[in-house]
């Protein structure tokens, strides 16, 4: 069977300020997605990185009376070690100011667009938002200020070089209709379709510009063949997702091997740039286009998208302080929908640990390991057989006359895998992690209906089976938690200590955890 390959990539972080919370969700959407690829055995490539030039950078370079390199470094340093902290799996961490790996793929793409007739030079009149790193149109403004920054755009009037995307808008339209070129949510795709059909040259889809002059911004990678002008940030940026992999490199194998990207995360204030420039660019350089862009929602913070320049930020590194790092995982992973907006709330927070941590899963693992330490010594054998079936409804199976359903690894192979498969891989992480803890719910009802604290007192061999039952449903979790919540997984493999599967059975060496795996907060 042929290989199956997984190219997922991150927005590349502006490295002006540090990561908060907002930044943290692009950040642990991918790397669920690159754990569970890399889990069911997908030869998985997980691209994250910075953004590092531009007029945003100098001028908070400047703020802290640094020049850009030295303020750059200290920023990224600062989010490498936040990438630790939160368990991120990264393969690689590019920089767009790394002159050997970066430089070379940038400006590859550059000639290949020249080459392709597609970039001229002309003068820019109009305004720009630092913030966005953007050019704005007056339509865009409201009440004369960029609404995303809250901040009033500059004048500008200066010589650029120019690229022909209208070129390529019907194009892309075609792609985006026909899903070769997937959008996730499909309405950010529609909203794509819908700019383009009714564009005119003179709003965002005529040509735009994608250098500026030296003398505006001096930080920067030089255009070819024209000292005074570097690339647009945005140019620069962009190709990062080449240049990571090699492009541009004198091997190009792992970019031959990687390219197409098979999903690329970003937030929607981004969409623009990858659903339009970005595929333009491709085009225009005859490379494939991504395969898919999933584009998630904003974190908000009282209301407002959560942004250092609205000064609303909440820090992960003071969640994880207080819960520890899997809670923020689950948290972001379960609690909110990738493709919506959602306010995250201090309150919300403990009251979501306390109820499905603290409580749900860490109350199950606890009883579970102390019953199966007071009764069996912790050593349990048992098979996958003499499992008792379910007590309560499931109403799937019933419908279906099916009652082996009941049986808990019955249940577990034939519905709970298959449909966390089926989430997890078409990226849907909120839903793959219901099923988690839908699971986490039936191994409770399990509890209720047999009762095992009284029954080991009656019918010691029965109390056996259930227990059995508790602790492979446990297993289970523990591995389909693997992506979500690496360290959990991990304690939970450790705490049950099943051995191999022979047909049906196993023999668990568990023991209890000496403290609760989420403590519960007051
Ligand atoms: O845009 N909620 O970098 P960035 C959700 N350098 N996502 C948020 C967020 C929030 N409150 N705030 C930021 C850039 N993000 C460019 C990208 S890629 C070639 C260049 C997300 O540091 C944002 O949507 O401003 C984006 O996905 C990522 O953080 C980086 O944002």
Not at 217 to 237: E, K, S
Not at 400 to 413: E, F, H, K
């Amino acid at each position: 069977m042929e290989e199956k390959k997984f190219y997922i990539t991150t927005p590349i972080f502006y490295a002006n300020a540090e990561l908060h919370l907002g930044h943290t969700y692009s950040l642990v959407l991918s790397d669920v997605l690159a754990r569970y690829h890399r889990f069911v055995g997908d030869r998985t490539f997980f691209l994250t990185g910075s953004d590092e030039h531009g007029d945003k950078i100098v001028r908070a370079a400047q703020k802290e009376n640094l020049g850009p390199q030295a303020f750059v470094n200290k920023n990224v340093e600062k989010a490498q070690e936040l990438l630790k902290e939160l368990g991120i799996s990264n393969d690689m961490f590019i920089r767009t100011s790394d002159q050997e790996q970066h430089w070379p793929g940038a400006t590859k793409l550059w000639y290949a667009l020249e080459r392709a007739g597609d970039v001229y030079k002309g003068t820019y009149k109009g305004l720009y938002c630092v913030g966005c790193e953007a050019f704005i149109t007056e339509k865009e403004l409201v009440e004369g200020k960029c609404p995303l920054h809250d901040a009033a755009p500059e004048q500008i009037e200066e010589e650029n070089y120019f690229f022909k995307l209208s070129k390529y808008a019907p194009e892309i339209k075609r792609l985006l209709e026909s899903g070769e070129f997937k959008i996730t949510p499909r309405s950010k795709a529609n909203e794509i379709i819908s700019l383009i059909a009714s564009s005119t040259a003179e709003n965002e889809l005529g040509d735009v510009s994608i250098s500026r002059p030296e003398r505006a911004i001096p930080w920067g990678i030089p255009v070819p063949n024209d000292p005074g002008q570097l690339m647009y940030v945005w140019c620069d940026a962009l190709s990062n997702y080449l240049s990571a992999i090699g492009y541009g490199s004198s091997n190009e194998t792992g970019f031959k091997s990687l390219w197409p990207a098979d999903v690329q995360v970003l937030g929607k204030d981004i969409l623009r740039f990858h659903a339009l420039l970005w595929p333009a660019f491709l085009l225009s350089a005859k490379l494939p286009l991504p395969k898919e862009l999933l584009v998630h929602g904003f974190v908000n913070s009282g209301g407002k998208k959560m942004s250092k320049s609205l000064g609303n930020v909440l820090m992960p590194r003071d969640f994880i302080a207080e819960y520890g790092r899997d809670a923020l995982r689950y948290y972001l992973t379960r609690e909110v929908s990738p493709v919506e907006d959602w306010d995250l709330t201090r309150e919300k927070f403990k009251e979501v640990y306390n109820a499905n941590l603290a409580n749900g899963l860490g109350n199950l693992i606890s009883r579970t390991l102390k019953m199966s330490e007071a009764y069996f010594g912790g050593v349990v054998e048992g098979d996958a057989s003499r499992v008792p079936a379910l007590r309560t409804k499931i109403t799937a199976f019933e419908n279906a006359g099916d009652v082996s359903g009941l049986n808990l690894p019955y249940l577990i192979t034939n519905d709970i895998l298959p449909r966390y498969h089926k989430h997890m891989s078409a990226s849907e992480i909120n839903k793959g992690a219901d099923v988690v803890w839908e699971l986490i719910g039936h191994l409770d009802q399990f509890v209720t209906d047999y009762e095992p604290f009284k029954l080991v007192k009656t019918d010691k061999d029965a109390a056996k089976d259930v227990i059995w039952g508790l602790l492979y449903g446990l297993r289970e979790i523990g591995q389909m938690l693997t992506p979500i919540m690496p360290d959990t997984a991990a304690r939970i493999a450790i705490l049950v200590g099943a051995s191999d599967i022979d047909g049906g059975k196993i023999t668990f060496n568990s023991k209890a955890p000496v403290e609760p795996l989420f403590k519960r907060k007051e």
